[in-house]
C-alpha cells in the first residue's frame, strides 16, 4: 500500500490528521493506496507560495528555465518504466502504453525548453525616436485541474506550457490516478524549478477547484475534463475574469470515404478504437463508412476488434486494459442497451468481461439510429460506431451535427476532398490519412463544446501570457 502525499512549497505532506481517500486497481477493484487530501489551511499556503513562485520563476533567466525544463525531461525519461507501472496500477491501461505517455511528457518539456528561447516580442516600425514594443508576459499562477484517462501527460499538459511561460502552477491530478502526476511534479522539482512555482494537490474536486479559483492570486485556470465540469469552471473563472483553457470531451467523426486504402485505415484505426480503452478524448466514435466500401470496412473492423487481447496492464501482449473506474463501466453499459433499444446491431463484444475489475469488452455496433444516445453523448470506453453513409455532403454534415468539436479523422487519397475537408469539418483538430492528432509541436484542443484555448505547441505557451504594448515617443 502506497500513499500518494501532497507538494505544497516544496515540502512533502502527508499525516498530520489530514483525510485520505483510497486508490483502486482497476484490474481488481481493491484499494492499493490512499492518496492525502489537501486542508484549506493546505491550499491558502500554496497560494501563498504560487504568489511567490511566481515572483522568482518569471525573474529566472530564460536560458536558466530551459535548462531545468530539459534536466526534468531527462529525469522523466529516466523514470519512466516506473512511473508507467504506477500509471498502469492505478489506471489499468497496458504499461507499455503508459511508459509511451510518460516519454510524450519528457518531449513535451523538450519542445517547451527550446520555445522558452523563442518567446520574442516585436518591435513595430514608427517615425525616428519612437516606437511600440510588443511584450509577452506571463499571466501568473495558474491552476490546473487534471483527468483520470492520461494521469501524467493531462498533468504536464496543464504545467508544462505554463512554467516555459514563467507562471507558477498549482496542479490538481485525479484523486482516482495520483501518482503519475505527482511524479511529473516531483521531477520539475528535483531538476530545479522552485517548489513554490509547481506543486500538487489532492482533495475533493469541486471543493479545492472553488478554492484555488475564490482566490485573486490564480490568474488562469486549466482544466481537462468532461463538458459539464468545464461549464461550471468557465462560469467559476469567469467571476475573475480569469482566463482559462478548457480541454473537453469530444465524440469524433472518422470519415471513410470509397477511394480510401482500406486496409490501412482499418489497422490504423481499430487500434486507435480502443487505445486505453476508449477513454481518450480524441477516440475514434462515429465511423461514417461510404457505402461502397461499408461492408468491407465494417467485416475487417469486427475481424480486428475480435483478435484483440484483453487483460491486466502488466500481462505480456496484451491490447486493452480495464475500464478506469465502475462509472465508466456502467456508463458504457447503459450506452449499448440504449442502443439496442434504437435498433442498433452489436457485431462484436456488448458485454463486460467477468466480475473482477472494470473489464469490457472491445465493441463494435453498427446501424445506430442517430436518436440513440450513444450518437450523441460521448462513450469514453471501448466502442465503435460503424454507419453507411450516401457520399460527402451528408458524411460532412454528419460530422459537425453535435455540438463537440475536438478530434476528426478522415479516409481519402482525393486532394480536392481533402481540401474541402480541411475547410468545413468543424474540429480543433483533423488526421488525415492517419491516426494521429497529437504532437509535441503541435497545439491540441477543441472548438465549440470541445472547449478552448490550446495545449501544447507554441500556443500551449502563448495561452499562458499576457501581451504588454509599450508605445514610446
Ligand atoms: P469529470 O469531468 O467529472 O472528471 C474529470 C476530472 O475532473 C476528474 O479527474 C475529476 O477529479 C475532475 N473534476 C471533476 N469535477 C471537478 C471540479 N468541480 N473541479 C475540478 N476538477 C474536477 O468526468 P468523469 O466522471 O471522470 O468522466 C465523465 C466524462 O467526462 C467522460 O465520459 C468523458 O466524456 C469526459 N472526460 C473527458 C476527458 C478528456 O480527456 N477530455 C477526460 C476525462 C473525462
Not at 4 to 9: E, K, R
Not at 67 to 82: F, H, P, Q, T, Y
Request: charged share 25%.
Amino acid at each position: 500500500m502506497t500513499q500518494v502525499p501532497l507538494s505544497i512549497a516544496g515540502e512533502t505532506l502527508s499525516g498530520d490528521g489530514r483525510e485520505v481517500a483510497d486508490v483502486l486497481d482497476p484490474s481488481t477493484g481493491e484499494a492499493i493506496g490512499t492518496v492525502v487530501h489537501a486542508t484549506t489551511a493546505d491550499l491558502d499556503r500554496a497560494l501563498d507560495a504560487a504568489a511567490r513562485g511566481f515572483k522568482t520563476w518569471r525573474n529566472t533567466p530564460a536560458d536558466q528555465r530551459s535548462a531545468v525544463l530539459m534536466k526534468a525531461a531527462g529525469l522523466i525519461r529516466e523514470r519512466a518504466k516506473d512511473i508507467g507501472a504506477s500509471i498502469t496500477r492505478e489506471q489499468g491501461k497496458p504499461v507499455k502504453e503508459a511508459i509511451g505517455e510518460t516519454v510524450y511528457c519528457a518531449m513535451l518539456l523538450e519542445f517547451y525548453a527550446g520555445e522558452i528561447k523563442r518567446l520574442y516580442g516585436r518591435t513595430l516600425v514608427r517615425p525616428a525616436g519612437s516606437r511600440v514594443e510588443v511584450q509577452y508576459h506571463p499571466v501568473g499562477p495558474v491552476a490546473g485541474f487534471a483527468a483520470w484517462n492520461f494521469p501524467a501527460l493531462n498533468v504536464m499538459r496543464k504545467i508544462g506550457g505554463a512554467l516555459a511561460a514563467g507562471c507558477s502552477t498549482i496542479v490538481k491530478p485525479s484523486e482516482e490516478t495520483p501518482s503519475g502526476g505527482l511524479a511529473m511534479v516531483q521531477a520539475l522539482i528535483d531538476a530545479g524549478v522552485p517548489g513554490e512555482a509547481v506543486q500538487c494537490v489532492f482533495g475533493v474536486p469541486d471543493e479545492v477547484s472553488r478554492h484555488l479559483l475564490a482566490s485573486p492570486v490564480i490568474r488562469k485556470v486549466t482544466f481537462t475534463g468532461s463538458t459539464a465540469v468545464g461549464k461550471h469552471l468557465a462560469k467559476l473563472a469567469a467571476d475573475d475574469l480569469k482566463i482559462a483553457t478548457m480541454e473537453l470531451g469530444g465524440h469524433a467523426p472518422v470519415l471513410v470515404f470509397a477511394d480510401s486504402d482500406i486496409d490501412k485505415a482499418l489497422d490504423t484505426m481499430t487500434a486507435n478504437a480502443f487505445r486505453n480503452a476508449g477513454q481518450v478524448c480524441v477516440s475514434p466514435t462515429r465511423f461514417l463508412v461510404e457505402e461502397p466500401v461499408f461492408a468491407k470496412f465494417r467485416d475487417g473492423f469486427v475481424e480486428r476488434t475480435k483478435a484483440l487481447k484483453v487483460g491486466n496492464g502488466f500481462e505480456k501482449d496484451i491490447d486493452m486494459g480495464p475500464m478506469a473506474s465502475p462509472r465508466g463501466l456502467e456508463r458504457m453499459e447503459s450506452m449499448i442497451g440504449d442502443a439496442k433499444t434504437h435498433g442498433a446491431k452489436v457485431l462484436a463484444g456488448g458485454e463486460r468481461i467477468g466480475n473482477q475489475g472494470w473489464f469490457h469488452a472491445p465493441t463494435v455496433l453498427a446501424e445506430v439510429p442517430t436518436g440513440a444516445e450513444i450518437m450523441n453523448e460521448e462513450p469514453f470506453g471501448p466502442v465503435a460506431i460503424l454507419n453507411s453513409m450516401a457520399g460527402e455532403d451528408a458524411m460532412i454534415e454528419e460530422a459537425n451535427r453535435l455540438p463537440y468539436g475536438l478530434a476528426a479523422y478522415a479516409w481519402t487519397q482525393n486532394p480536392a476532398r481533402r481540401r474541402r475537408l480541411a475547410a468545413e469539418v468543424e474540429a480543433g483538430m483533423l488526421a488525415i490519412d492517419t491516426g494521429g492528432v497529437s504532437a509535441a509541436d503541435a497545439p491540441f484542443g477543441g472548438v465549440k463544446w470541445s472547449g478552448y484555448g490550446s495545449e501544447d505547441g507554441r500556443e500551449g505557451v502563448l495561452t499562458c501570457m499576457v501581451t504588454k504594448t509599450v508605445h514610446e515617443g
